[in-house]
Nanobody, 125 residues
Framework: QPRLVESGGGLVQPGESVRLSCAAS????????IGWFRQAPGKEREEVAC?????????KSYKSMKGRSTISRDNANNAVYLNMNTLKPEDTANYYC?????????????????WGPGTQVTVSS
């Protein structure tokens, strides 16, 4: 059964970095655009980053994580990574990845073929 599983979250100090992983099983990520979203309790969902099937054509971070995050593919390991740096307490959220074959614009329109449960990132001293 196709699924996505995120990992790498946890408790981090303000100013530190973290790398989140999005691993797929049951299908090949290389044929899908992959996006990362986050959501904190009581707050709206927020897009974080997205990478297209061809990263050279579309790789982008958004909003508050623009300039502080990098999304990358590892097709050999069927995974996508999200590196975040200079973390702030307001970055505390559940981070989840989504997969959609029709590109990042469709992902931003909240249409996804697969999504994972997320991994919690807590930024606190």
């Amino acid at each position: 059964q196709p699924r996505l599983v995120e990992s790498g979250g946890g408790l981090v100090q303000p100013g530190e970095s973290v790398r989140l992983s999005c691993a797929a099983s049951g299908f090949s990520l290389e044929n899908y655009a992959i996006g990362w979203f986050r959501q904190a309790p009581g707050k709206e969902r927020e897009e974080v980053a997205c990478i297209g099937v061809r990263p050279e054509y579309y790789t982008k971070s958004y909003k508050s994580m623009k300039g502080r995050s990098t999304i990358s593919r590892d097709n050999a390991n069927n995974a996508v990574y999200l590196n975040m740096n200079t973390l702030k307490p307001e970055d505390t959220a559940n981070y989840y990845c989504v997969a959609e074959p029709n590109g990042c614009m469709v992902i931003l329109g909240l249409k996804w073929e697969y999504w994972g449960p997320g991994t919690q990132v807590t930024v606190s001293s």
